[in-house]
């Protein structure tokens, strides 16, 4: 459930038990252990992971509850049918607990709630064969933990505060998905930005130097990683995408400010015209909430204003979730539910009508796709500039293959095109 480093981290469980001689079947079938990673970081990523523990709960098999959720609220042991409770700290620790959990079914509660003197936990990906989410991308988690302080935020109190990844344990995995075929390598954290053991630019010309990986891009970026030594790592590499999702949040300084972000408006501008200005033919995405405890109206058409002003490609639009535990829970001018999802509603159609204008310059140009899939006739992937693309192809490629694509139109936010002969 949830974030990139969620994925990363059920990847390398999902390796793990394979090495140790279990067989990882679909989630939908009879097993006789599930193993749910689960969210918190909003009421809804809870509903979610909740829905999917009853569902597990309905085939009879022993069912483990690992991550954000069950750091927050370590009574899920007292679900009926619950076999295991771990929080985000020694999430491999449900291995050994496994053996005993298929042979008693009694219930372990392992959740520590001191998060303060955890180290990073080692976890490796690439060492065994599994497709549980690609075969050609990985996600590679650099960091864990949070020390920022935004208002409306509950994830470092259930991540803990940084813990950065060593930059060989990362340049030797790197190196090993590469040797396993995978092209496009995903850096990411809970905090990316917070990587400590080297500025984001080394790690760029780290990559850079691999043999076999074609595509590299960052997980959630604050602006403040924008630095100058960034984009010119970023410039000169062979591999570095053009495409960034910054994490914004707002376009209002005075909500800025309210929300304990790192930066003023200003400083976001600037960031972002770097880029432009370093690397004309980058595309930036972002995250914005809407709805915000006192937002008004104006405060709301900034945001969509700094949509327009930068022709972000794409905006993942969150109403505002009341987080119990954070500061802004307990701020008074809340909005109506109702405003906010009439205010989100505008951001998501202002977005899509933005990225229509983007994917329409695309039309009449060539673009270079990773195949990530196939349905039917088509192959699906993503561009350069990170734009999800369909194309009708010759049946000479592979997942992991990149095809030369001429981009012919574009329909609900995906362009559509045909492959290139080579």
Do not use: W
Not at 344 to 358: D, Q
Not at 413 to 421: A, I, Q, R
């Amino acid at each position: 459930m949830g974030c990139r480093v969620n994925q990363y981290e059920t990847t390398a469980l999902a390796e793990l038990f394979i090495k140790n001689g279990y067989k990882v079947v679909d989630f939908s079938e009879k097993n006789d252990l599930y193993i749910i990673n689960t969210c918190a970081v909003t009421a809804e990523s809870e509903r979610k992971s909740a829905q999917i523990i009853r569902r597990a709960l309905k085939t009879g098999g022993c069912v483990a509850v690992v991550g954000c959720y069950s750091q927050l609220d370590n009574t899920l042991g007292g679900i009926e049918g619950v076999s295991f409770v771990g929080g985000s700290k020694d999430k491999t620790a449900i291995l050994h607990a496994a053996n005993s959990l298929l042979k008693d079914n009694k219930i372990h509660i392992v959740v520590d709630t001191d998060l303060n003197d955890y180290g990073y936990e080692h976890m490796d990906i690439g060492t065994e064969q599994t497709d549980i989410f690609s075969t050609c991308r990985a996600f590679v988690k650099i960091q864990d933990g949070c020390n920022g302080r935004c208002s409306y935020c509950i994830i470092p109190k259930t991540r803990g505060r940084v813990r950065s990844r060593p930059l060989d344990e990362i340049k030797a995995e790197v190196e090993r998905l590469s040797a396993n075929g995978y092209r496009e390598i995903v850096l990411t954290g809970i905090e990316t930005s917070a990587y400590d053991f080297a500025p984001l630019s080394e790690l760029i010309r780290k990559v850079d130097k691999i043999k076999g990986i074609d595509r590299l891009r960052f997980g959630s970026l604050s602006p403040n990683s924008i630095t100058d030594d960034f984009l010119a790592a970023a410039r000169n590499s062979d591999c570095f995408m053009p495409h960034l999702h910054l994490s914004l949040q707002s376009g209002s300084d005075r909500i800025l400010k309210l929300m304990r972000r790192p930066y003023n408006k200003n400083q976001m501008c600037t960031k972002i015209e770097k880029v432009y200005g370093t690397m004309p033919d980058t595309l930036i995405s972002t995250d914005m909430i809407v709805g915000f405890p006192t937002e008004t109206e104006d405060d709301f058409l900034q945001t969509m204003q700094i949509v327009d002003d930068y022709k972000l490609s794409h905006v993942h639009a969150f109403p505002f979730s009341s987080r119990p535990g954070t500061e802004a829970a307990l701020m008074e001018g809340k909005i109506t539910i109702g405003e906010v999802k009439k205010r989100n509603e505008r951001l998501i159609k202002h977005s899509s009508e933005i990225k229509n204008l983007v994917l329409e310059r695309k039309i009449g140009t060539k673009a270079r796709v990773l195949i990530e899939a196939f349905s039917q006739n088509l192959a699906i992937g993503h561009t350069e500039d990170f734009l999800e693309t369909k194309f009708v192809q010759n049946n000479t490629k592979k997942v992991g293959d990149i095809a030369e694509v001429d981009l012919v139109s574009h329909e609900n936010g995906v362009l559509l095109g045909k492959e290139l002969p080579t």
